[in-house]
């Protein structure tokens, strides 16, 4: 995990500078709770959480709520969400009271299949095109338009890959702001225990099979003995595994672009 500096341009270097490695351990024996509170306190009035509708993201919308915080809670609409998903949105902002605020990228579904001449997220080469236009793209323009962003993510060391090293604050060289992982040294089953707890509404599409969850047509069950993520862009993985996707990219702990 990259722990360097910020880049010279970035807007916190006027103001509120932390030393990561002081920051990130002070921030290992707190809560998931007070890391949120940290964050609000410390860095930034512009913290907000990055939400999948998938359970760590119920987690910390729950945690959000419980703080009472009036900092905005981030869907990006891709326009090939499941049903189910758009409904767990729904439900959280209604329930919890959320600042929800759904972004959505610069064009439709039907406009970017005209100008692609298909479906990009049917092949190796369109599917990193597709999730930057229709993820990242849209999130980092609504980001772009605040001072040194705080984006809090749902990412853990359990997941493995990328995410193994991660820790609890990051810069993100793409908003000369930082990345909060609240979650990252809880286990699946504190997540669930968490959930259990506090009797969250999970995406119901987590108990037919399908322990990640992103856009329909890039996105299955999984079979026993599958690890969780098996089920994400399968498709591409039958054409061609070594090349095949394992991440978005939405998170810059996994390798989003500068
Ligand atoms: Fe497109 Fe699939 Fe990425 Fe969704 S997950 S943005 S459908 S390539």
């Not at 722990?3 to 707190?30: F, G």
């Not at 406009?111 to 990009?120: A, D, I, W, Y």
Request: charged share 25%; hydrophobic share 40%.
């Amino acid at each position: 995990m990259k722990t360097a500096l910020r880049t010279v341009d970035s807007p916190m270097r006027e103001d509120r500078r932390i030393d990561l490695a002081a920051a990130n351990a002070a921030l290992a024996p707190l809560s998931a709770l007070e890391r949120i509170r940290w964050a609000v306190d410390e860095l930034s009035e512009n913290v907000v959480l990055l939400s999948s509708m998938q359970k760590t993201a119920v987690v910390l919308m729950h945690m959000f709520h419980r703080l009472g915080l009036p900092n905005e809670v981030l869907f990006v609409d891709t326009g090939y969400h499941f049903v189910e998903t758009l409904k767990m949105r729904d439900d959280y902002m209604r329930r919890y009271r959320l600042n929800l605020v759904t972004l959505y990228p610069a064009s439709t579904i039907e406009e970017q299949e005209r100008v692609h001449g298909g479906k990009l997220f049917a092949t190796l080469a369109g599917q990193p095109e597709c999730c930057r236009m229709r993820k990242e793209a849209p999130l980092l323009a609504h980001l772009a338009m605040k001072r040194a962003p705080t984006l809090v993510n749902g990412l853990r060391r359990a997941e493995g890959g990328n995410r193994r090293n991660i820790t609890p604050v990051s810069e993100d060289r793409r908003t000369g702001g930082y990345q909060l992982s609240p979650l990252y040294d809880w286990t699946g089953t504190d997540i669930a225990t968490y959930i259990a707890e506090h009797d969250l509404l999970v995406h119901p599409l987590h108990a037919a099979g399908y322990p990640s969850i992103g856009c329909y047509p890039c996105t299955t069950p999984v079979q026993p003995g599958e690890d969780d993520r098996a089920g994400r862009w399968r498709h591409l993985r039958v054409l061609n595994a070594a090349e095949a996707p394992e991440y978005c990219r939405i998170n810059y702990s996994d390798g989003g672009g500068i």
